[in-house]
Each structure stands twice: as C-alpha cells, then as structure tokens.
C-alpha cells in the first residue's frame, strides 16, 4: 500500500494550492480519502473527508469555503484544493485511506504546506 502526497510548498497569504495523493496497493474506489493535518506542537487534525463514491464530502468549520476535497477513482488519486490561505494553515498535511475494517487504515509520508504573511 502507498500513498504518495505532493503539492505542497511555500505560498503567501491568500494563495492557493493545490494537493495531491496518488495511492496504490488497495482497492481505492472502496475507501473513504481524507487529508489530516499536523502544525508544530499540535495534534493532527482532520481537514477534509471524502466518501468512496464521492456522494459526500466534509469539512472541518475553519476550511469550509475555503478548501475542497475531491477524487478522481480512474487515477486512483485524491486531491485538496486550497485556498484563501492563512498563516494557521501551515501544517504537514497528510493523506488517509480507510476501507470496512479498522486494519484498513493507510497513511502518506505528508507534505509541507507553509503560508507566509
């Protein structure tokens, strides 16, 4: 199983980017996809979650308006696009994976996103 983050960097205030999770490995179309994140000091955070078909999607209050989660099953690929960022949205920002079972739980190596004022 892998799940390969990219997309992050440095980026102003009120920019945007743009994440990406490549998986392979599981049957990803049958997992619900999510991004987490984890800033300095601080536990990780649930940002965005995905259902398997897409037919839902939610946010955490702080990212709703401002970011949108999505998916793309043919490429076996997830997404965050972010936007409007904020100094508080500097995190390692990690992708998740979870099937039926609780042993079908997967995680990404994280990306740095850091947003500059």
């Known amino acids: 199983v892998q799940l390969v983050e990219s997309g992050g960097g440095l980026v102003q205030v009120g920019g945007s980017l743009r994440l990406s999770c490549a998986a392979s490995?599981?049957?990803?179309?049958?997992?619900?996809m999510s991004w987490y994140r984890q800033a300095p000091g601080k536990e990780r955070e649930l940002v965005a979650v995905?259902?398997?078909?897409?037919?839902?999607?939610d946010y955490a209050d702080s990212m709703k308006g401002r970011f949108t989660i999505s998916r793309d099953n043919a490429k076996n690929t997830v997404y965050l696009q972010m936007n409007s960022l904020k100094p508080d949205d500097t995190a390692v920002y990690y992708c998740?994976?979870?099937?039926?079972?609780?042993?079908?739980?997967?995680w990404g190596q994280g990306t740095q996103v850091t947003v500059s004022s």
């Open positions: 490995g599981f049957p990803f179309s049958s997992y619900a």
């Open positions: 998740n994976a979870l099937g039926r079972w609780a042993s079908e739980n997967y």
């Open positions: 995905i259902t398997s078909g897409s037919r839902r999607t």
